[in-house]
Structure formats: C-alpha cells, structure tokens
C-alpha cells in the first residue's frame, strides 16, 4: 500500500492545516489508519487514529480537543484536521495503515505501511 501525505506547510500560531492522505489501493477501507509526528530529535509520537469502518477515533493527549481524524473510505483517503496550532506542533506527520487485531492502531511497531511524511512548521 502506497500512502502519499499531502497539505502540510508554515501556519502561525492559532491557525489550522489540513492533512491528507491518499493511496489507490482499493483495500484501503479495510485498514485501520492513524497520524503519527516526529519533531526534530524526539521520538515518533502517535497524533489520532480511526478504525476501518470509520466509526469510532482516537486522539492522543497532547492534540485532544485541537486536532481530529476522518476518513472517506470511497475516496481511499484519511484526513488530519488540525485546529488552534501551536509551535510545539512542528514536526513531520505521517500517515500510517495496519491490519492487525488491535482495536486503535498506536504503536509504531504495529503499523504495516506509512506515508512519505509532510511538514508543519507552526511560527510564534
């Protein structure tokens, strides 16, 4: 599966992006899919994430009631709809897909295929 991650860029503070990503693989809607970011010299850190089914999310603790995921199972995309930004958000975000058994997918060791990875840099 081939992800390709999209609508990053500089925003100021306060301000919103939208992330996507998209792949042409027709299975898409039967993976589980998720955000994760990687701020220079920091861990990869899970952002949110979505069932298959489109149903249910999760969103981490450092981006709840700011950012949140969806996705369009007929258009074979997720998406990150990131509000109220602020710098300690700058990182390169990727974009993930797993098939395993767990309910969210959050680990970076259960993820099957990322994405390429897009910047947001978010200026004071």
């Known amino acids: 599966v081939q992800l390709q991650a999209s609508g990053g860029g500089l925003v100021q503070a306060g301000g919103s992006l939208r992330l996507s990503c998209a792949t042409s693989?027709?299975?898409?809607?039967?993976?589980?899919m998720a955000w994760f970011r990687q701020a220079p010299g920091k861990e990869r850190e899970f952002v949110a994430a979505?069932?298959?089914?489109?149903?249910?999310?999760y969103i981490g603790d450092s981006v709840s009631g700011r950012f949140t995921i969806s996705r369009d199972n007929a258009k074979n995309t997720v998406y990150l709809q990131m509000n109220s930004l602020k710098p300690e958000d700058t990182a390169i975000y990727y974009c993930?897909?797993?098939?395993?058994?767990?309910?969210?997918?959050?680990?970076?060791?259960?993820?099957?295929?990322w994405g390429q990875g897009t910047l947001v840099t978010v200026s004071s």
């Open positions: 979505i069932r298959w089914t489109g149903s249910s999310i």
């Open positions: 993930a897909a797993g098939g395993g058994t767990y309910y969210y997918l959050t680990r970076p060791n259960d993820v099957d295929y």
């Open positions: 693989r027709s299975t898409f809607s039967s993976y589980n």
